[in-house]
């Protein structure tokens, strides 16, 4: 029995009429702090490329965010269909629905929409309120697949969801199971991991309520939330698969696939999810909370010399950090194989444990390069020595000025 396998599942002796592989949010092309991290998505794909052959699925679902950016470089692109082709080699006969997320190009999908149909490759773009029709995948003998890119409430027409549902049910004469997927926010999710600690939502996070969604789906396979959970109050029907990789540190919960059975229309789905190992895991010193400039150093020193994991130091303090902390930190992990990325800094008032909010005033104090260092912290960035010395003669060129 594979890991993650609830036990007895693959005893029952029916025979399933739909098996899904359910993944998401790839987010290929990412960088973490100025790292590549090419190597870790693509072992993250040969083990994509080993479930398929592993559990034989009918139907794999990619639920959008294949790329980190509108604008995928060209080894990017290459990694992305390099991967679907080994996918499909591994099983020919069955079928690949991609859709666009809100990090993927519409009209790259659309534009390649017909070339990847002779590869049992239907990608979806945009929402197509001419053809509505076009989203409904019919797969012979196995089901349907109603596929839905990035959608929000004020993008989607009213009942669009509905009027394809009740589509399909015209014409399901068979009773074969129905599935739906969307790269969206439904309501009653848990956006752990969309959330910055001052609660600010990352990636465009628009809800829609199930309602919105219609109803007649025996599985709704959803992408966007990187936590992977059935939504609550769908009696285990709407799940998100989550992302197979950490795409931020707040992401600190198991990465998975999930695979799903379905025997026929309005039968229960039977959930079998899978961990997806990276090879390099994204850390956080210490695991819980804060702690000294001191007592972080140490966490560094002691850290395992052959992990490759990226790093994050959780520091709280009530004066300023060393003047050369960032060095003194590389310096610690010089020898090792782990990527030092982020100095997260706990800013606190003095005397108290409460997080620091900032006055208008007390922000006017920050000096400009402290300012973008801080906002480019947010945004995953890094600024170099490079970068600082350009930026700061960016600020003398326009205090001259």
């Known amino acids: 029995m594979s890991a993650g396998t609830a036990p007895g599942i693959y005893d029952n002796p029916t025979t399933y009429t739909m098996k899904i592989l359910h993944t998401s949010d790839w987010h290929l092309g990412q960088s973490l702090f100025n790292y590549d991290r090419t190597e870790e998505q693509s072992a993250m794909l040969e083990q994509m490329v080993c479930l398929v052959r592993e559990h034989q699925p009918d139907v794999f679902l990619l639920s959008g965010d294949i790329f980190d950016t509108t604008q995928p470089s060209a080894a990017t692109q290459r990694l992305f269909v390099n991967a679907i082709v080994n996918i499909h080699e591994t099983r020919p006969g069955m079928a690949i629905v991609c859709t666009a997320g809100n990090h993927d190009s519409a009209s790259r999908h659309e534009v390649f929409r017909q070339p990847w149909l002779n590869l049992n490759v239907h990608s979806i773009g945009r929402l197509d309120r001419d053809n509505p029709s076009g989203h409904i995948i019919r797969i012979e003998g196995t089901g349907y697949v109603v596929a839905l890119p990035y959608c929000y409430e004020r993008n989607i027409p009213q009942d669009f969801c509905q009027q394809l549902l009740d589509e399909v049910a015209r014409e399901n004469k068979a009773q074969l199971p129905v599935v739906m997927m969307a790269h969206t926010t439904l309501e009653r999710s848990d956006l752990r991991g969309h959330m910055t600690h001052a609660g600010i939502t990352i990636g465009g996070i628009e809800t829609m309520t199930l309602e919105q969604v219609g109803r007649g789906y025996d599985y709704l396979a959803l992408g966007h939330i990187h936590h992977a959970q059935w939504v609550r109050g769908t009696s285990q029907r709407a799940r998100y698969c989550g992302s197979p990789l950490?795409?931020?540190?707040?992401?600190?919960?198991?990465?998975?696939?999930?695979?799903?059975?379905?025997?026929?229309?309005?039968?229960?789905?039977?959930?079998?999810?899978?961990?997806?190992?990276?090879?390099?895991?994204?850390?956080?010193?210490?695991?819980?909370?804060?702690?000294?400039?001191?007592?972080?150093?140490?966490?560094?020193?002691?850290?395992?010399?052959?992990?490759?994991?990226?790093?994050?130091?959780?520091?709280?303090?009530?004066?300023?950090?060393?003047?050369?902390?960032?060095?003194?930190?590389?310096?610690?992990?010089?020898?090792?194989?782990?990527?030092?990325?982020?100095?997260?800094?706990?800013?606190?008032?003095?005397?108290?444990?409460?997080?620091?909010?900032?006055s208008i005033q007390e922000f006017r104090q920050e000096s400009p390069l402290e300012i973008a260092c801080m906002y480019a912290r947010q945004h995953g960035y890094v600024f170099d020595k490079d970068t600082i010395k350009l930026f700061n003669e960016a600020v003398n060129l326009v205090n001259e000025e």
Request: hydrophobic share 35%; aromatic share 6%; charged share 20%.
């Open 246 to 358: 950490q795409v931020s540190f707040d992401e600190d919960y198991e990465h998975s696939v999930s695979i799903v059975d379905i025997d026929a229309h309005h039968g229960k789905p039977l959930l079998h999810t899978i961990p997806i190992h990276s090879p390099r895991p994204l850390v956080t010193l210490p695991p819980q909370g804060y702690a000294s400039w001191e007592k972080a150093m140490q966490m560094l020193a002691d850290f395992p010399q052959d992990n490759p994991a990226y790093i994050r130091l959780n520091i709280s303090h009530e004066s300023t950090l060393p003047p050369d902390a960032t060095n003194e930190a590389s310096r610690a992990v010089q020898a090792k194989q782990c990527r030092l990325c982020i100095i997260n800094r706990e800013r606190r008032e003095a005397g108290t444990g409460t997080q620091e909010t900032f």
